[in-house]
């Protein structure tokens, strides 16, 4: 959005964030749409303030984030092919303003309760100096396994609160861009940060692997992270892949669980593992194929025997892309198996001190004010 000055390029960014057209934000606002777009495109620069407060209400801002430069983030790890529109490249802008808020927020509420939460994965990449190429996202993995307290054969159960516990910072928001499964921030920006995409289309598996992809960037590519770089790395990227799978499934538990089930079909077999590590069939299908326990038809004859049992297809014949396709996560996991939940305690603690109001406590969460209400009001049900 260069050229346009910062009021202008708010409304911009924030009316593609929002999803809405010219017609809509000029209706909510009680403006025409022909001073809406001069508003828009800086060509009317000194509106009046009435009609700044009805697009500021249309948008669901204060006049002040309408009015002033959105902060920034010089670390983060956000990428993709697909930002080609402007009206792409303005949702990538609105995320990351609205990452760089919540940091804001989230470090201050730690500073203000005096909870600050060190980083207990710094360093590894030191030690992986001398570490084959290949070898790499493994041994990351266990590294990472081993600094976090997990037995070699235990399965992550809660991968927020663990990564949450080791002092990595979990936001989850729904956005439309495509293509977006999740970003990371380095601690520079008051991170280290992980950002997931929870839109509906989504599954559970498929966001716990963002995470630990996303947690796989931080570890093994400190060096990667800058807003300026949009454009995918393809061996990163496999890397983070392959790291995530490790982390979630070892090997060696994996190999255990597998032959601990060598009497079900294959279907129950796949979905049995797939529900022990919270991962993807598809996870698991990748990893028998990379140990040798099955070839590339082991696609297609899932896809059969899966149709034959359970009377319905997974809308593909061959091998999927990992990353670019969406759609059936059989017996998948549900929304609560995959909640972030410490900014939202730190939240809790600041009201019950009266460190923070109401009005406040929404602020942070992103939420709205009665929204806000509703959640202190169950709170007291329980301690």
């Given at each position: 959005m ?7 390029a ?21 403006i ?15 509106p ?22 959105p ?33 804001r ?17 710094d360093?590894p ?37 663990l990564l ?24 520079a ?55 995530a ?119 942070i ?19």
């Amino acid at each position: 959005m260069a050229g346009l000055g910062p009021m202008a390029a708010n409304i911009r960014r924030l009316r593609y964030g929002r999803g809405l057209t010219q017609d809509q934000v000029a209706g909510l606002a009680g403006i025409s749409r022909i001073a809406f777009r001069d508003i828009e495109t800086g060509k009317t620069r000194h509106p009046r303030v009435t009609t700044l407060q009805g697009i500021a209400g249309a948008l669901d801002v204060g006049l002040q984030e309408l009015m002033s430069e959105p902060p920034q983030l010089s670390t983060v790890r956000f990428r993709s092919h697909k930002l080609k529109t402007r009206k792409q490249q303005a949702l990538r802008e609105q995320i990351i303003a609205d990452v760089a808020r919540w940091l804001r927020d989230f470090n201050g509420l730690e500073e203000l309760l005096g909870q600050r939460r060190p980083y207990g994965l710094d360093g590894p990449a030191d030690e992986l100096s001398s570490t084959r190429s290949a070898d790499l996202p493994r041994c990351a993995a266990e590294h990472a396994r081993h600094a976090l307290a997990l037995d070699p054969d235990e399965p992550i159960r809660n991968v927020c609160a663990l990564l949450e516990a080791a002092g990595v910072k979990i936001l989850t928001v729904r956005s439309d861009l495509e293509k977006l499964f999740g970003l990371s921030v380095a601690a520079a920006d008051g991170g280290p940060a992980v950002i997931v995409n929870v839109r509906d289309e989504i599954s559970v598996e498929r966001r716990i692997f963002s995470a630990a992809h996303e947690l796989g960037h931080l570890l093994l590519h400190p060096d990667a992270y800058s807003a300026d770089q949009i454009e995918e790395d393809e061996q990163e990227e496999r890397q983070a892949d392959r790291f995530a799978g490790y982390f979630l499934m070892p090997p060696a538990a994996f190999q255990k669980e597998w032959q601990a089930n060598s009497g079900l079909r294959l279907v129950d077999r796949v979905l049995r593992v797939k529900r022990i590590f919270r991962v993807s069939y598809k996870t698991v299908l990748y990893r028998l194929i990379e140990l040798g326990l099955a070839d590339k038809g082991a696609w297609a004859r899932f896809g059969y025997e899966y149709k034959r049992q359970y009377g319905e297809g997974l809308g593909w014949k061959e091998e999927p892309k990992p990353a670019d396709e969406i759609d059936v996560e059989p017996l998948s996991l549900a929304r609560p198996d995959f909640m972030e939940g410490r900014l939202s305690r730190l939240v809790r603690e600041a009201l019950d001190q009266e460190s923070i109001s109401v009005s406040r406590a929404a602020e942070i969460l992103g939420v709205d004010l009665q929204s806000m209400r509703d959640r202190i009001a169950s709170w007291e049900f329980a301690a």
